[in-house]
């Protein structure tokens, strides 16, 4: 217990010296001071946009982008997260009205709270559907049918987004961190594609000796070294 | 082309040969020359150690040249040293110097070898020797050597790109009533910046070989040569006329050409950066970006700057990288460049236009670029950028105030930070589905109990019918043979009833008439059965609440319908 609260003075004294530095423009020691809560095992969407932060004001706007991701996937709710990403990113909208504002809903979920809807949606579910049972043998005066109605709504709703940011998460979702070249096979005699910007996005297909074989966003592919990117989800 | 002749003050001095034979006298001709010589003192004499100067005179000459309408004057005061050497070896003639209006003027040192048994290198024959100096030069104009044309070099061996200073002069003993160019030079392999092209030619005394002549500059040039081929200079044709005299008036028409000349070209240092093209010198890169703020499909532009000193009108602009998230367009060139101390000096600048294809933060890429420094002998290499520019979407422009302000809106602010850690998915997540899991089981568990119990009732309750029946029935026919209406008709409900109940597990008792047979129905009752169970139902109630007194064979049909239905349901 004691220890706990040494190490909550001693975050918390980090925390304010990392704001400090932020505060008078010294950014590469406000990172400093971030990364250690970072090793000290200390993940959440905060952290991670204020370490994005102190990267976009040093200009390295692909780890910006990386962190930015990281604490969106914690948090997509999070506005200041959502307002930075909108920076590097405008999210599209689909044309037709419902499919948007389901896809709008469902991107402020975060999958740990699509977890827990998925959790109590399926524990209504089961049970709205044990009093249907019992039903069958027992007069229960109880508007199942309405209630079972919802509750199978709710369900496939929440399974529906769980299942998008699973997908996400098991995508390997990836942030190119440095301007490299994109080749045609796992090393630099393949053929160049071509120029590969920072903080670009993309999937990870497949790993081949330290090269990575990316699937980006505007549909293009390509190998490129592993170092000049990382995945948003550490392993 | 016509060109005017002017004349101008100088001071030259000059031998009338440059090999002497021992003991034979030479002249060295001092000249002062220009259009106003007034308070021109005697040019002090430099003592040469093992020459004797036997005496000096003075002459005096002016020339005046009337040229297409332009007139010139020119005074001449040729002071005339007559000197011997005694012993054999090579002696140098010092600067003669003179003063004149403050300023102190000298001339070049002239270098004589004395020899013996030779004769003398004399531009002229010791018997021509000048007295007269306008004489001497009519004279020696009838020799075509005495006019000719001479192209001078910076280097005779270059880079390709590298300057060469071409200078063309024309060299003359005589004067002229006319100077004709047939064009400009021609040069092969080589990009050409005028430097200068006279309209009027200006005579200076110039000593070549030690001989003097009077010397215009008509026409110099900056060569820049193209590639690694050896630059040529070919000939230049020139068409003079020289002055006439008493026998030939008009004068006489000559064309004189200079000698072609070939500069060499050097291969550039093997191994050139990716980023070399073509530029040459000692330069320097700068760039201006007009904005980093931009609308998708909006275009801005990219400067890039080349200053200094080098091929700057040759150069190829700066390869811009490829990009998927840029468009860019070949750029636009200018130049602001002049000629100083024979180089080109200044700036070349190329706008590039350049479109975000994609919204949001985009960086435009570095670019390479190399020039090869001809002091330092080597490729210099520079990068410029890159550059972070901010794409707006399209649907952001024309919006209002507030809401551009928004979009320009810097990053979010730093956050206070917890100390928790979030995680993805909550931990052991499968297990928070356990308890509904086991919820359901027991439900399914409860439920087919319940049946189980409910289908040993039944049939327990089935197996009961026929005892009950049997029992039933010899009730109803002990009541017919004593004819107790009232009590046989309330037992026939009471039996039908019951056989309901256990039957189809209703709960008969309390239930109304038309709810009961609309239950029956429901089980898929026949017709038949129910129109006789309402008309079982019916009489019953009808004799137990009014005076109809049905006869003992009526209570037997009624008995006998009775047993019909339920053998129907039974």
Redo the contacts between chains.
């Keep these: 217990m004691l220890c706990i609260s040494l190490l ?1 003075i001693f ?2 004294t980090q ?1 304010q010296t ?2 400090e530095y ?1 505060k008078n423009a010294q950014y590469e020691k406000a990172l400093e001071e ?1 990364n250690t ?1 970072l090793d000290r ?7 991670y ?2 370490i994005g ?1 102190c990267y ?1 004001r040093l ?1 390295d ?1 692909g780890k910006s ?1 990386l962190y930015y991701r990281r604490g969106w ?3 997509p709710s999070n ?3 959502r ?2 990403l909108s ?4 999210e599209e909208s689909n044309p037709n009205p419902f499919i948007s504002l389901f896809s709008k809903i469902i991107a402020r979920i ?3 709270v699509f ?2 809807l998925l ?1 109590i949606s ?2 209504l579910l ?2 709205i ?3 249907r ?2 039903q ?3 007069f229960i005066n109880f508007p199942v049918n309405p209630l079972l109605i919802l509750a199978v709504l709710f369900f496939v709703f929440s399974l529906i987004g769980f299942s998008i940011w699973y997908g996400r ?1 098991k995508s390997e979702w990836v942030v190119t961190t440095a ?1 490299t070249m994109a080749y045609s096979g796992p090393n630099e005699e393949f053929k160049e594609l ?2 590969v ?3 670009e996005e993309g999937s990870l297909v497949r790993e081949d000796s330290g090269w990575w074989l990316i699937l980006f966003r ?1 549909g ?1 592919g390509g190998w490129i070294d592993s170092t000049a990117a990382a995945l948003v ?1 550490p392993e | 082309m016509v060109i005017f002749i002017i004349l101008s003050l100088t001071f030259t001095a000059a031998v009338d040969q440059t090999v002497v034979p021992v003991g034979e006298s030479f002249n060295v001709s001092v000249t002062v020359e220009g259009e106003d010589l007034s308070g021109v003192e005697i040019p002090s004499a430099p003592s040469i150690s093992g020459i004797d100067i036997l005496g000096t005179s003075r002459s005096q000459s002016t020339q005046i040249n009337f040229i297409n309408g332009n007139l010139t004057k020119s005074t001449s005061y040729i002071y005339d040293y007559q000197m011997i050497a005694e012993k054999e070896g090579q002696y140098t003639i010092p600067p003669f110097t003179l003063k004149y209006k403050g300023k102190e003027y000298s001339t070049d040192p002239i270098i004589i070898n004395v020899k013996k048994g030779v004769s003398g290198g004399r531009s002229a024959p010791p018997s021509s020797r000048p007295l007269n100096r306008i004489h001497d030069f009519r004279n020696e104009a009838r020799d075509f050597r005495a006019i000719f044309l001479e192209t001078a070099v910076s280097k005779s061996s270059v880079y390709p790109g590298e300057p060469i200073v071409v200078t063309h002069y024309l060299y003359v003993k005589t004067s002229l009533t006319d100077v004709q160019l047939s064009g400009p030079p021609t040069y092969e392999n080589v990009w050409v910046e005028n430097i200068q092209s006279p309209t009027r030619l200006n005579f200076s005394s110039a000593t070549k070989n030690g001989i003097r002549y009077q010397r215009a500059l008509i026409k110099q040039d900056l060569l820049f040569p193209l590639g690694e081929t050896d630059v040529k200079i070919n000939p230049f044709p020139v068409q003079v006329v020289i002055r006439g005299d008493m026998f030939s008036f008009f004068g006489e028409r000559k064309t004189i050409s200079s000698e072609p000349k070939t500069i060499s070209v050097k291969s550039f240092p093997s191994n050139s950066p990716p980023g070399f093209i073509d530029a040459v010198g000692e330069l320097e890169i700068s760039t201006q970006i007009d904005t980093l703020n931009i609308s998708v499909d909006s275009p801005f532009s990219l400067k890039i700057i080349i200053s200094g000193k080098g091929n700057l009108n040759l150069l190829s602009a700066p390869k811009f ?5 840029l468009t860019s367009y070949p750029p636009e060139s200018s130049a602001n460049t002049k000629i100083s101390g024979g180089s080109l000096h200044g700036a070349r600048t190329f706008t590039y236009l350049i479109t975000p294809k ?6 435009v ?2 670019i390479d670029w190399t020039f090869f420094d001809l002091q330092k002998k080597q490729f210099v290499s520079r990068k410029i950028g ?1 550059w ?1 520019i ?1 794409a707006r ?1 399209t649907d952001e422009i024309g919006t209002s105030e507030q809401e551009t302000s928004k979009s320009n ?1 810097d ?16 931990k052991f ?1 499968p297990l ?2 356990i ?3 086991i ?2 089981i ?3 568990y ?2 087919t109990d ?2 189980k119990t ?1 289908g040993d009732r039944r049939y327990a309750s089935l197996k009961a019918i026929p005892k009950q029946l049997k029992r039933g029935f010899r009730k109803l026919e002990k009541e017919i043979q004593s004819n107790n209406v009232i009590q046989f008709y309330e037992d026939l409900t009471l039996v039908l009833l019951k056989f309901i109940k256990l039957k189809f597990h209703l709960n008969v008792f309390g239930m109304k008439k038309k709810e009961l047979l609309s239950q029956l129905q429901n089980k898929k009752v026949s017709e038949k059965s129910l129109e006789l169970i309402e008309e079982i139902l019916i009489k019953s109630e009808s004799v137990r609440f009014t005076s109809l007194k049905p006869s003992q064979g009526e209570m037997s049909k009624d008995l006998k319908n009775l047993k019909e239905v339920i053998n129907a349901l039974h």
């Design positions: 909550l975050s918390q925390v990392a704001e932020y971030y809560l095992g200390i993940r959440n969407p905060e952290l946009l204020n932060n976009y200009g706007f982008l996937f914690l948090d506005e200041n997260i307002h930075n920076l590097f990113k405008k975060s999958l740990r977890s827990y959790i399926f524990s089961v049970v559907v044990s009093i049972l019992i069958t043998v027992k998460v301007t071509m120029r910007d920072k903080a505007s293009e989800i | 990288p490829e990009s998927r998230k994609v919204s949001g933060i985009i960086e890429p570095e890159p972070q901010h979407p809106k990053i979010a602010y730093i956050l206070p930070v917890s100390y928790k850690k979030v995680s993805l998915i909550p997540f928070y589905f308890p509904a899991i919820f359901m027991l439900a399914v409860y439920v319940i049946r409910m």
